[in-house]
């Protein structure tokens, strides 16, 4: 099938111009440091990248191409965040190219001691709506015995939540690019001597109260001794033959003694009980004289 003289000028054109463009162009960079669409280059019918490479860029005044996103791959990170849809230009049927989106591990988080040692190690997440973002990423868990030096000042870390953010507006590539956390041992704390506690001393007992030194009853009151009735002897008088009559003399009672109360002094009844007594018999004796004179 032959190829109509138009369309061969067209295609040896495009090939003189595409063979121009190396001169005229920057050396192409295989990874951007901007995110952006993919960059692609001239091709072969069956996507083979002609050598030495060609960017390939659209016919000024030519309709724009559909674009599809670049996939998010784990652990990867690319600024190529789009490529266009197809493989050739439409408004440039004979011009193929093929386009390449190059992807960079993502970096980590690291917990590194005194010595440089890497202790801990966490790959940043990845941002499932943006391949070139990272996720916010959690701290590794950290080894026995050690804490995390505070006062560090480290862009994306956040010591209270123990998160890092690696994305840096300023520099794309920054989420390629490991975080290091310094850690440190846990100083021993000395386990504290046992201080023997001190015993309480006991309280003094009270002192029990001296018991109350119980009243002495009143002494009773000596009674009163008696007074000794005086017995009146009654004389019948004869004026002229008195007869003789022995009067019988009375028996005095005998005065209950009470006891004597030592140290009281004796009243004078007594005495005056026993002046009568002898007043009586003196009395009697001379009646009785008188009554044998007149027998006499």
Do not use: W
Not at 40 to 67: H, V
Not at 86 to 114: E, I, K, T, W
Request: include cysteine.
């Amino acid at each position: 099938m032959r190829i109509p003289s138009m369309s061969r000028s067209l295609v040896v054109a495009a090939a003189l111009s595409a063979a121009a463009l190396p001169a005229l162009m920057p050396a192409p960079t295989y990874a951007a440091d901007v995110a952006g669409p993919a960059t692609c280059y001239l091709a072969d019918e069956n996507g083979t990248i002609i050598e030495p490479r060609q960017e390939y860029t659209p016919r000024e005044g030519s309709g724009g191409l559909p674009m599809l996103p670049s996939p998010v791959v784990a652990g990867q990170y690319t600024l190529e965040v789009s490529a266009p849809a197809m493989n050739f230009d439409p408004d440039q049927p004979d011009m193929h190219f093929a386009c390449q989106v190059f992807y960079a591990p993502l970096g980590s988080v690291r917990l590194v001691d005194a010595d440089g040692t890497v202790r801990a190690t966490q790959r940043y997440g990845n941002d499932q709506n943006d391949p070139s973002r990272a996720a916010l990423t959690a701290l590794p868990a950290l080894p026995d015995g050690y804490e995390i030096v505070p006062g560090q000042t480290i862009r994306g870390f956040d010591a209270t939540a123990r998160t890092v953010d690696p994305n840096d507006p300023a520099n794309a590539r920054a989420v390629g690019a490991d975080t290091d956390i310094r850690i440190r041992k846990i100083t021993a704390q000395p386990t504290p001597a046992p201080t023997p506690s001190t015993p309480s001393t006991p309280s003094t007992p009270s002192t029990p109260s001296t018991p109350s030194t119980p009243s002495t009853p009143s002494t009773p009151s000596t009674p009163s001794t008696p007074a000794t009735p005086t017995p009146q002897l009654s004389v019948t008088p004869h004026p002229q033959t008195p007869t003789v009559v022995t009067p019988a003399v009375p028996t005095s009672p005998a005065p209950s003694k009470p006891a004597r109360s030592a140290g009281l002094a004796r009243t004078g009844s007594d005495m005056a009980v026993l002046g009568g007594a002898a007043g009586v018999l003196a009395l009697l004796g001379a009646g009785a004289i008188a009554v044998r004179r007149a027998r006499a």
